[in-house]
C-alpha cells in the first residue's frame, strides 16, 4: 500500500483582489486493510492584514462530492469512524 499527500499554500483574495488570508493544507490519503481508504485534511487559515469575519453560507466549509449512488436520498449509507 502507497500514502499520497498533497500540501498546498493558497491565497485568498477578495472581490477587489487583495488578499485578505492564505492557508496552509495538507491532504493524505492512506490505503487501509479490507479496501477501505484514510482521508486525512488538515488546514490552517492565517489571516493577512485585519480579522477575518467568518459568515454562514450555503457552500460551508468542507464537503465531499460523491457519486448519485451514494447520496442518502438514493439509498446510499456514509459511515464516520463513531459508526
Given at each position: 500500500?502507497?500514502?499520497?499527500t498533497i500540501e498546498a499554500r493558497t491565497d485568498w483574495n477578495a472581490p477587489?483582489?487583495?488578499?485578505?488570508?492564505?492557508?496552509?493544507?495538507?491532504?493524505?490519503?492512506?490505503?487501509?486493510?479490507?479496501?477501505?481508504?484514510?482521508?486525512?485534511?488538515?488546514?490552517?487559515?492565517?489571516?493577512?492584514?485585519?480579522?477575518?469575519?467568518?459568515?454562514?453560507?450555503?457552500?460551508?466549509?468542507?464537503?465531499?462530492?460523491?457519486?448519485?449512488?451514494?447520496?442518502?436520498?438514493?439509498?446510499?449509507?456514509?459511515?464516520?469512524?463513531?459508526?
Amino acid at each position: 500500500a502507497v500514502q499520497g499527500t498533497i500540501e498546498a499554500r493558497t491565497d485568498w483574495n477578495a472581490p477587489d483582489g487583495k488578499t485578505i488570508a492564505r492557508d496552509a493544507r495538507t491532504i493524505s490519503v492512506t490505503p487501509l486493510p479490507g479496501g477501505a481508504v484514510l482521508l486525512d485534511f488538515a488546514v490552517t487559515v492565517t489571516a493577512v492584514g485585519g480579522p477575518l469575519v467568518w459568515g454562514d453560507t450555503k457552500e460551508g466549509t468542507f464537503a465531499i462530492r460523491v457519486p448519485e449512488s451514494m447520496k442518502s436520498d438514493k439509498g446510499g449509507t456514509l459511515v464516520n469512524a463513531e459508526g
